[in-house]
């Protein structure tokens, strides 16, 4: 079984994007932290049912990786999207067994073993960095212990809808300022 686990928006910056955030939705995001396989950062927010916000960057500080990012951050297309402004580019579904999930998985990818802190999970990466299925398919994640949403400060703001299917996502939030949607 798969759920959705967190919604990944992406910015030129991490500042950027944390202030498109908080524009949007009326609430600050919380630190996050770094991914040294990636050379990426980011900052989150807590949502309802076991969700949360991401907002990934490039770390200019880190050491360019020896492989492609993920969510096609290195990718001439999006690096031209990102140069427009935020946006909400994808989304991660949890799953309690990936080998499994995997099984069924229209997408060839590569499980990668992960760490941030205190935090250890398994994710279906593609090679090249691209978005699965061209971004029609979810990333999938397997948590080892517990998810950075247990440890987020409250936000007061939930997932009213989210639609995956559509060419350019977009997701409603109740937050405490009212409904709020992020294109």
Known sequence: MRELDHLIAAAQTLEDG?????????????????HALMGTHNRLLKLDAGRYLEVIAIDPEAP????ARWFELDAPAMRQRLARGPALIHWVERTGDLE???????????????????????MGVPR??????RGTLPTLIQWEGASPWEALAESHCSLAHFSPAQAILSATFVTPAGRRTLP
Request: charged residues 30%; without cysteine.
């Open 128 to 133: 090249d960095g691209r978005l699965p299925g």
């Open 64 to 67: 360019p990786p020896g492989r």
């Open 100 to 122: 499994a999930a995997l099984r069924d998985y229209p997408e060839e990818v590569e499980v990668l073993s992960l760490s941030r802190g205190a935090y250890r999970w398994r």
């Open 18 to 34: 944390a202030a498109w955030v908080e524009s949007k939705l009326g609430v600050p995001m919380a630190a996050g932290g770094k």
